[in-house]
């Protein structure tokens, strides 16, 4: 009776489009998911992800699940995980994505998850680093252990949703370290964001991690903006 009475003065609405949900929905209504912008990247080996990095940086693999188009669907989904509190969109995400992942497992076996870090202000200021959730339920759906410990932001910058594609490059390179050179030696590293772009902060990412002896990279994202 409380959720009925919850549900008729804060109705759930949609994730991507704000229409009401109906009771056997969950986050995204049907309608929306069946217009999600899947990238089939998994299927790829030598797909536009992997392209992103040809002769910056040595990785194994990289894949984003859908695609990112201004207005579309998955800005908003996005926004609404980023800057909303939304934290269940990147559950609703990993575990939809988890299928495809499962088969490049067998293939590119992964050891650890993990997360892009936010500086320590930036995630008191927001209350939580947006892919969490995401990268928690990929490690859970994997089996594989997930560390947002290991790799940490030094620099404190502000928000980038109103950079353009340019601005979000500069200044990136050295802002990323590592707290340990010893953990995770010789393991297979599969770093998680929500967009990927120019690719410069998950390089910025790589080479920070790239300290630690041994390792291999591979890169996930939620979504990649379709150029």
């Known amino acids: 009776m409380f959720n009925s009475l919850l549900n008729l003065f804060f109705p759930k609405v949609c994730a991507g489009c704000r229409k009401l949900l109906l009771a056997t929905e969950n986050v995204l209504c049907t309608n ?32 984003a699940f859908l695609y990112f188009n201004k207005k579309g ?7 609404n995980l980023k800057y909303k509190g939304q934290e269940d969109i990147g559950t609703i995400l ?4 988890i299928e495809d992942l499962r088969e490049l497992q067998l293939k590119i076996p992964f050891d650890v998850v ?18 969490t959730t995401f990268g928690k339920t990929l490690a859970k759906g994997l089996e594989i252990a997930y560390d947002d410990t290991v790799l940490y932001r030094k620099k404190y910058s502000k928000t980038q949703s109103k950079k353009n594609l340019l ?4 200044n990136i390179e050295n802002i990323f370290d590592v707290h340990s050179i010893e953990k995770h030696q010789n393991k ?40």
């Open 167 to 170: 601005g979000r490059s500069e």
């Open 94 to 97: 990993g575990n939809w994505y």
């Open 32 to 63: 929306c998911r069946h217009e999600m912008p899947l990238t089939q990247y998994h299927l790829d080996s030598k797909n536009e992800a992997v392209k992103k990095f040809y002769g910056k940086i040595e990785i194994e693999y990289a894949s």
């Open 73 to 79: 669907i998955v800005q908003e989904l996005i926004h």
């Open 188 to 227: 297979h590293l599969l770093i998680i964001d929500d967009v990927l772009t120019t690719g410069a902060t998950l390089e910025a990412c790589s080479r920070a991690l790239l300290k630690i002896p041994g390792i291999k990279i591979s890169i996930v994202c939620m979504a990649m903006a379709n150029s």
């Open 114 to 131: 993990i997360p892009v870090p936010l500086h320590k202000r930036k995630l008191k200021e927001r209350g939580y680093n947006q892919v």
